[in-house]
């Protein structure tokens, strides 16, 4: 047996059920002898953002694998592996490496050395007999503490020795770690005490699945609760005490309930400093900040803290009702009164955005797009992500998630086109669920091609494109450049560019026809059909931001 064999016959025993890949790398050809489903992509960073919803939409209990060419493939698929980075997505990359011989022959392209900033953990096998120590590592690293990407790089003259072991791999395993009882205590003593506590969930609840807990511990406060982009969907924001997520963009009701919060107590989240996160220093000045985070190297990094607890996420929220339960019994009867003021609030707030997200203006605003789109769709059986720039500020603050990992939110770094990715890979991982990406003329731009491999790996996603012609929240900083140069105007048909492609494409210009041309959308993706809606959109620059 040669060496890409045995990797496929270890990545089976990982649980691997597809490799998502770009020719040439002898493990494709391995995973598809051990009934492997290979999904070949138009190029790497996509294969790697389907890869990526493998491990965000199973919380971490499966890890996608990628793999693709040395050189040129493994220079291009580095954004990828970049944005799982970012992100703390578990994934596993199998890079093909030059040969040993040519290994540090420049300018021969290292994933050992070009990587190591982007990922978890990188390393090259040498010997075929080292094979499975390396993927072992890799998947454990990947799935235990912070999630991450592992790289293992295999040079290509070792892909075809032969394997000297045997059926003896064992595969990894994932463990949980529990906070310090006494920080527990102390945790609980500080929310139970405070005047206004506000609970902050990050992304950290979706791979503990905590999302039980995470309900028992605002019912039991009666604590209004936020959420980072990443986090979005941890808890129904039908909720009555839900603030909405918090990003570059959010809602007055997240932003006056911070303003006014003694406590707030961030759960699994890093607290990172970020312009596609809430802007902390706005909220932190006499503020008392718990933080649970799975790493202690979050702890007091960006955001300064007053207690700090580590631990997962599920675990780390089962003690502290447990010990909340233990000092107050029950709800202390504020739920009504505190759901009230933020009904209150909402009501303001919407009434000022009401007369975009009911617009009936030609082009169509945006925001009527997402109204619409809402309102049509069964959100308890869809799974949505956004794009980059406007996409996601337009979309997470109206966005109302009511179940868990329904919504695919993403922020730390923004690379146009990574939401096409992603909602291939949802669909793949929950082929029942409508599977929706929420993207702009600028990022189609970027990954655009890959709407084929949809149609070719059929993968029938609802793919919704606002189209306004522009590169529109640049416009304010290129002025000159547009006035001179036009350098913030992009343009195509969108629909009939989907339509080649071998899927189905409309165009909307009409705000009366969003409504029937979404249901056709979905009638086409249960045909089993890709679909593109594209919406010919104004160049709405404004989102829902304070201070």
């Known amino acids: 047996m040669k060496v890409s064999r045995a990797i496929a016959k270890m990545l089976k025993q990982e649980g691997v059920d597809r490799l998502f890949a770009y020719p040439v790398n002898p493990v494709i050809e391995g995973c598809a002898e051990e009934d492997i489903r290979t999904v070949i992509v138009r190029q790497e960073r996509t294969g790697l953002h389907m890869a990526d919803a493998v491990g965000r939409l199973s919380s971490g209990r499966k890890v996608g694998v990628f793999a693709m060419q040395h050189g040129p493939g493994t220079e291009n698929a580095f954004g990828g592996v970049a944005q799982a980075y970012g992100e703390s997505v578990p994934m596993v990359i199998l890079p093909a490496g030059y040969s040993r011989g040519q290994t540090n022959v420049r300018p021969n392209f290292s994933s050992l050395v070009n990587f190591q900033s982007v990922t978890k953990s990188v390393e090259q096998v040498t010997l075929a007999a080292e094979v499975p120590n390396a993927l072992r590592r890799a998947f454990t690293q990947a799935k235990n503490g912070r999630p991450g990407p592992c790289m293992v790089e295999i040079p290509w003259d070792l892909f075809g020795e032969d394997y000297p072991g045997g059926p003896d791999y064992r595969p990894s395993i994932r463990t949980r770690s529990a906070p310090d009882p006494d920080a527990v205590r102390e945790a609980a003593r500080i929310l139970v005490d405070a005047k206004l506590p506000v609970i902050y969930s990050g992304q950290g609840v979706h791979y503990a699945m905590a999302w039980k807990e995470l309900r028992e511990l605002v019912d039991l406060l009666e604590a209004p609760i936020t959420t980072s982009i990443e986090g979005k969907s941890s808890i129904p924001e039908t909720h009555p005490l839900s603030l909405q997520s918090g990003g570059r963009s959010y809602s007055q009701q997240m932003d006056e309930f911070l303003l006014r919060a003694d406590v707030v107590f961030g759960i699994g989240t890093s607290f990172t400093r970020t312009a596609f996160g809430i802007p902390w220093a706005r909220y932190t000045d006499d503020t008392t900040i718990i933080q649970s985070t799975i790493d202690t190297a979050d702890l007091h990094k960006d955001v300064p803290i007053d207690l700090g607890l580590v631990g997962d996420a599920q675990l780390t929220l089962a003690a502290i009702v447990e010990e909340v339960r233990r000092m107050i ?177 409309e165009r909307i210009t009409d705000p009366s026809e969003i409504v029937p041309a979404i249901r056709r959308g979905i009638a086409k993706t249960k045909e089993g059909v890709p679909t593109l809606l594209e919406f010919i959109t104004s160049k709405e620059q404004e989102i829902s931001r304070f201070g």
Not at 444 to 455: C, K, S
Not at 476 to 486: D, F, L, Q, S, V
Request: hydrophobic content about 40%.
């Open 329 to 505: 019994g029950k709800p202390r009867g504020r739920a009504a009164g505190l759901a009230s003021e933020i009904a209150a609030v909402n009501g303001r707030w919407r009434a000022v955005w009401d007369r975009k997200l009911d617009s009936s203006a030609v082009p169509i605003n945006p925001y009527r797009v997402v109204r619409d789109l809402l309102r049509t769709v069964d959100p308890v059986n869809t799974i949505i992500t956004h794009d980059a720039g406007s996409p996601r500020d337009q979309l997470t603050p109206f966005w109302e998630s009511e179940v868990p990992l329904s919504y695919v939110g993403w922020g730390k770094t923004t690379q146009l086109g990574y939401g096409l990715g992603l909602a291939m890979g949802a669909k793949l991982e929950h082929p029942d669920k409508l599977c929706i990406n929420w993207w702009g003329d600028a990022a189609i731009g970027f990954t655009g091609m890959d709407f084929e491999t949809a149609v070719r790996e059929r993968i029938p996603i609802l793919s919704v494109l606002s189209n306004n012609f522009s590169m529109a929240i640049e416009i304010p900083i290129m002025r000159t450049a547009t006035e001179k140069y036009g350098s913030t105007d992009i343009s195509g048909n969108y629909a009939e560019f989907a339509r080649a492609l071998g899927g189905y494409g």
